[in-house]
Nanobody, 121 residues
């Protein structure tokens, strides 16, 4: 079994910061890309940021310069540092991984349970 567990969400005022973590555990042979998605009420889930196994990153335009994605391959953990948060960043944030798990099967359909981020005064 493979599990992705997010942590670090919460309530923060506009302009504040939060750091999300996503820890992957279980029978993992290799992790390729890791990503953060978010979904606000009434909206589709959208890709926020992605990081490859070698550390290349990309972001959606609305978070560039404010969010930083990183990972610790030794710990199978990914992070999202979110600064200068805005009310429109309010959403449930999900981590996603493209990895080789049990039975040597590769899949990009591994998801965490989500963590709520609320930006409000």
């Amino acid at each position: 079994q493979v599990q992705l567990v997010e942590s670090g969400g919460g309530l923060v005022q506009p302009g504040g910061s939060l750091r999300l973590s996503c820890a992957a555990s279980g029978r993992i042979l290799n992790i390729y890309d890791m990503s953060w998605y978010r979904q606000a009420p009434g909206n589709k889930r959208e890709l926020v940021a992605r990081i490859t196994s070698t550390g290349r990153t990309n972001y959606i335009e609305s978070v560039k310069g404010r969010f930083t994605i990183s990972r610790d391959n030794a710990k199978n953990t990914m992070y999202l540092q979110m600064n200068s948060l805005k009310p429109e960043d309010t959403a449930v944030y999900y981590c996603n991984a493209d990895l080789v798990g049990p039975n040597f099967m590769r899949s990009d359909d591994y998801w965490g349970q989500g963590t709520q981020v609320t930006v409000s005064s």
